[in-house]
């Protein structure tokens, strides 16, 4: 593996601070402007041209993001209260207006809360994964660090992994399997632990108590906008994990799946979705040292390479004819680069259907 040479410090900490504040307030922003479709524009176009624009096509190690002690648990706490606050507010709102703000609050849910959710489900101490849990029960996807932490962590790029996405699968075809295989998964990892409450069904209970606490004591329409954030949410999440390993499977050796390397996981050397995913996109750094924080991810060179930030990706795979051609030109000249080098471990498996 090709080591890369240290990063040097941060020169304006305010920045990344600043701007991931400004997106997680985007829907109150929004309310506030009487624009409650700001988040929408903000997310699905504006930020997929800067990430276009901004795409470093060199792969060096890039700039630095850094986030304070404590800003990630705060900003997560954040997103919940703003959440809360919204669905106050939405029980004033029209049923149109109720869906819009929350299409907006989805958008940050899932592009902030889930992100962040992610980074302290993974770390030791009890509160940071206690508010990872809120931020995912608050959003009705609260079995997902169960299965993220314990099963795709062990089987992403196979077939096990209900997170993998195959070669040629359009998202529209990934999402029933994803979002039931999660589901499966986790209520099979809970139930393994003995003597224990099985944790998939605790927070499913958690999130219809919710609902039923909103839809008695704030209506039908706070109802409809807490539904519509977790429903954009789950739809980021999923859109993400399924361009994050798609098309790349892991051999089988000896009855035995072959280590995971940076070859079955696409990374993406883009500074905008860094800044704005907490390092999320160093995504093969993570799977093969998940120990390190946000702070100390690497870019990996040596891995297959996303033509674009996060948030063009995931528009892109909603039109699946597109990204299943651009993807599918980047995995034949993966093949071909495993041709010319065939000192490099192949991805790819050619006796698995496709």
Not at 11 to 18: C, Y
Not at 24 to 51: A, K, N, Q, R
Not at 327 to 346: F, Q
Request: one cysteine or more; hydrophobic letters at 45%.
């Amino acid at each position: 593996m090709v080591q890369e040479t240290p990063e040097p410090a941060m020169r304006f900490k305010w920045i990344p601070i600043a701007l991931g504040l400004i997106f997680m307030l985007s829907p109150t922003i929004g309310w506030l402007v009487d624009t409650l479709w700001l988040t929408l524009f903000v997310g699905i176009f504006l930020i997929p041209l800067l990430e276009w624009a901004w795409h470093d096509r060199s792969r060096s190690p890039g700039p630095p993001w850094q986030w304070p002690r404590g800003f990630f648990q705060l900003t997560a706490l954040s997103v919940v209260a703003q959440t809360i606050g919204l669905c106050v507010i939405a029980g004033e709102m029209s049923e149109i207006d109720a869906i819009t703000i929350g299409l907006s609050a989805g958008y940050v849910a899932g592009g902030t809360g889930i992100v962040l959710a992610h980074e302290l489900g993974h770390r030791k101490h009890w509160f940071d994964r206690a508010i990872a849990r809120l931020c995912l029960i608050t959003v009705g996807y609260g079995h997902y660090l169960i299965e993220h932490n314990h099963g795709h962590h062990r089987y992403a790029a196979t077939w096990q992994d209900p997170a993998t996405a195959r070669k040629n699968e359009s998202l529209w075809r990934f999402f029933p399997r994803y979002f039931s295989g999660v589901w499966k998964q986790a209520w099979r990892l809970s139930s393994q632990r003995n003597h224990q409450p099985n944790e998939a069904l605790v927070m499913l209970a958690c999130w219809l108590l919710i609902l039923l606490s909103v839809t008695l004591t704030l209506g039908s329409v706070a109802f409809f906008f807490l539904i519509t954030q977790a429903i954009v949410a789950q739809l980021l999440v999923g859109s993400v994990d399924y361009f994050e390993h798609w098309g790349l499977q892991r051999q089988t050796v000896s009855s035995r799946h072959e280590r995971l390397s940076h070859k079955h996981i696409w990374d993406c050397a883009n500074p905008v979705s860094e800044l704005l995913l907490f390092n999320l996109p160093r995504h093969s750094s993570h799977h093969l040292q998940p120990w390190l924080t946000a702070n100390e991810l690497k870019r990996e060179s040596q891995s297959p390479q996303l033509p674009t930030g996060y948030a063009g990706m995931i528009v892109m795979a909603f039109v699946s004819p597109w990204f299943i051609s651009v993807m599918s030109k980047r995995l034949s000249e993966l093949r071909i680069k495993d041709e010319i080098n065939p000192l490099i471990k192949s991805p790819f498996k050619s006796d698995l259907p496709q």
